[in-house]
């Protein structure tokens, strides 16, 4: 079955902290997404992993990949408030052209 | 302006009655994908789409259906058969990038109640 786990579920964190959120999934993929949704609001793309070993930067954000382990993480360096939302990683499977989502991981910062 | 779009924004209807949900891209992707989600959940596939005048079933496919007769749209109808239909549909479309990324892009959703 293709399952993609994502931890924490909630995760509610001081402004200037770093944390990291988790995503495994359970069969081999070589590509992994990472998507922000504000409430009420649709999916906006954040990033696109594509090989084993990749990371990408965003401002506060950075991403990786590791295809081994099946798993990814979400780095969030010195938050603040504007990156209070709900965080999805999501899997594609080019054999049945379908994308499997997390669980999502709610995030508050905390002025 | 390319882009998805999904109409109406809102939409409320009796139980029993069937309801369709429009979606349209512009951005000549071959792929096309609906989405459903609940409050404080993650999204689960109910149809996709590779090609026109082809579909899937996704996950949750029981009491919808879809139709994909032109390239740019995608509608899906909640039945009546649907149990519970109230919550917030995503449309999604995708194209094979040049990195061969196949990135996905969203509409704005539709939230749908039904009482």
């Known amino acids: 079955e293709l399952k993609v786990e994502q931890n924490p579920l909630f995760l509610s964190m001081q402004e200037g902290k770093n944390y990291t959120i988790y995503c495994n999934y359970s069969t081999t993929s070589d590509r992994l997404y990472w998507y922000r949704q504000d409430p009420g609001k649709s999916l906006e793309s954040l990033f696109v992993?594509?090989?084993?070993?990749a990371v990408k930067q965003e401002g506060r954000l950075m991403a990786s990949l590791d295809t081994k382990a099946r798993l990814s993480t979400l780095h969030i360096t010195a938050a603040v408030h504007d990156l209070s939302a709900t965080y999805f990683c999501a899997v594609f499977y080019s054999g049945t052209y379908k994308y499997i989502f997390g669980t999502g991981t709610r995030l508050k910062v905390l002025a | 302006d390319g882009g998805i779009t999904q109409s109406p924004k809102y939409l409320f209807r009796k139980e029993g009655q069937n309801v369709t949900l429009s979606c349209e891209q512009n951005l000549n992707h071959d792929a096309m994908y609906w989405y459903r989600q609940d409050p404080g959940q993650g999204l689960r596939l109910i149809y996709y789409?590779?090609?026109?005048?082809?579909?899937q079933k996704g996950d949750i496919a029981e009491g919808y259906s879809v139709s994909r007769e032109k390239k740019e749209s995608f509608p899906l109808t909640v039945t009546s058969a649907q149990k519970n239909p109230t919550a917030f549909y995503l449309c999604?479309?995708?194209?094979?990038?040049?990195?061969?990324?196949?990135?996905?892009?969203f509409g704005p959703g539709t939230r749908l109640t039904v009482t």
């Open positions: 992993l594509l090989s084993n070993g």
């Open positions: 789409s590779q090609i026109v005048n082809d579909f």
């Open positions: 999604a479309s995708s194209i094979v990038q040049e990195d061969g990324s196949y990135e996905q892009y």
